[in-house]
Nanobody
Framework: QVHLVESGGGSVQTGGSLRLSCAAS????????MSWYRQAPGKEREFVAA????????QYAHSVKGRFTISRDNARNTLFLQMNMLQPEDTAVYYC??????????????????WGQGTQVTVSS
């Protein structure tokens, strides 16, 4: 059974940093692309970043490019999101998600089949 468990959220001031983790189990983590999404209060869930199997291809939302870094440790079945220079508009619940098809690239619309429960990030000014 697939499980994705996020951790590392919290409250920081503007300009601060947080590192989110997503512990994966129940599937061959190294064979799937993974993504981070976020959802702010009253807003739709939005894409943050994505990474292919071994990190050969990475994508970021324009709003986080240059501040956030997605990475993965396939030996530990863990996905990461390093967030620097945090701004109040980064306040949201952050979710990790698994792509449906193995060995996929990041081309085309994302096809995600499992999501974690989310971790809250709050940035105060």
């Amino acid at each position: 059974q697939v499980h994705l468990v996020e951790s590392g959220g919290g409250s920081v001031q503007t300009g601060g940093s947080l590192r989110l983790s997503c512990a994966a189990s129940g599937f061959d983590f190294s064979s799937y692309s993974m993504s981070w999404y976020r959802q702010a209060p009253g807003k739709e869930r939005e894409f943050v970043a994505a990474i292919t199997l071994a990190g050969g291809s990475i994508q970021y939302a324009h709003s986080v490019k240059g501040r956030f870094t997605i990475s993965r440790d396939n030996a530990r079945n863990t996905l990461f999101l390093q967030m620097n220079m945090l701004q109040p508009e980064d306040t949201a619940v952050y979710y990790c998600a698994k792509w449906r098809r193995p060995y996929g690239s990041l081309t085309g619309p994302p096809d995600l089949d499992y999501w974690g429960q989310g971790t809250q990030v709050t940035v105060s000014s």
